[in-house]
């Protein structure tokens, strides 16, 4: 199945792992990128150094091309750590929460693609102008930090303002092949999942998260700005319902990431298993299809079901336009 977004990234399928903070680390990057895919490491709850180890450790499982994923908005030295991406093999830098103007160059002169997520067209033409190589169109029913507007309709808006330009890939509620191919009949060259490859046994997860995945409907899922200061689509629970009901207690990020880490309820980027973590308060982010989500699959064989059942449900659409058309002249 290629695309322009195969062409450009060099890989097999139109598949990316979203670059997860505290989830998408080296055992899911290799394991996506390895089955053909492109896979993201998720780098904003790093530190520079497991940053860098991290990435030493992706390429002693895959020679594959595999990118990393940062938050713009963050505090820190970015060139710094572009600097560091780019020493360890990266092929894409991937910004989150803004454009990454001010290391846009630097990356193309060290030639590593930039992917910027975008949750309005507004801010796909501005990365686009800015030099981004690839935009992600991130619907609302995305986990993690989201927008308001969803993926139905943002993914040919955001085709039609930049596509002619750039791929544009689909995120946002995608948790199987039906959705990879709804995007490429959007005019998406792709798709962006996250949800969805949590719960393998490859990927990097505080205590209970995978759990709470496969026990969540899909309407359990709120969109909070509990965690960080910014809106971010997490599961429900008592942490998020506090601040529905107080919500003069917010304050702008990053000072309620700060509360929210102070109330050890957020430990995305600390140890895998941290015995202190209370699922009944923790940041679990997800999308809306978590409710599709009944078992753990491991990362390489999601790659593989997406392509599949995309290439079903394209060739059962194509059987049906032709049937429609058979019909039309009778």
């Known amino acids: 199945m290629q695309t322009r977004l195969t062409e450009l990234l060099g ?18 990057v290799a394991a996506v990128s390895e089955a053909g895919g492109f896979a993201c490491l998720g780098a904003s709850t790093m530190s520079r150094d497991t940053m ?48 990454p103007v001010e290391v846009i160059d630097l990356c193309h002169d060290h030639g590593l693609l930039v992917v910027n997520m975008c ?9 686009v102008d800015a030099g981004c190589d690839i935009v992600v169109a991130q619907g609302t029913e995305a ?26 890939v689909a995120a946002g509620g ?8 709804a995007a490429l009949a959007l005019g998406a060259d792709g798709v962006w999942v996250g949800t969805r490859f949590i719960a393998t046994p490859e990927a990097r997860s505080v205590a209970g998260y995978k759990e709470a995945l496969l026990a969540s409907a899909e309407d359990g899922t709120a ?18 319902r506090y601040f529905d009901d107080h919500p003069e207690e917010l304050q702008p990020f990053p000072a309620q990431l700060g509360r929210s880490v102070g109330d050890k309820a957020f430990h995305l980027g600390g ?9 009944h308060r923790e940041c679990y982010p997800a999308g809306q299809g978590v409710g ?21 449900s394209l060739a059962r659409a194509g059987n049906m336009a032709s049937l429609a058309n058979v019909t039309d002249h009778r």
């Open 11 to 28: 890989i097999e399928h139109p598949v990316m792992l979203a670059g997860m903070g505290g989830v998408s680390y080296h055992r899911l």
């Open 52 to 99: 860098v180890a991290e990435m030493a450790a992706v390429r002693t499982l895959t020679d594959k091309p595999f990118g990393v994923d940062l938050l713009t908005a963050m505090p820190g030295a970015m060139t710094a750590q572009v600097e560091s991406i780019i020493d360890a093999g990266a092929s894409v830098f991937v910004a989150g929460l803004g454009v």
């Open 119 to 127: 949750g309005k067209v507004d801010h796909a033409r501005r990365a």
């Open 223 to 240: 969109i909070s700005r509990a965690y960080s200061g910014k809106t971010m689509r997490v599961l429900r629970n008592e942490y998020t």
């Open 143 to 168: 986990g993690g930090h989201t927008g308001q507007v969803a993926t139905m309709p943002l993914v040919p808006m955001i085709v039609d303002a930049v596509g002619d330009r750039v791929p544009v």
């Open 174 to 181: 995608i948790f199987d092949g039906r959705g990879l191919a």
């Open 292 to 312: 599709a989500i009944e078992a753990l699959v491991p990362a390489g064989e999601l790659v593989r079901r997406f392509v599949r059942q995309a290439e079903d």
């Open 271 to 279: 140890d895998e298993g941290t015995a202190e973590v209370d699922s």
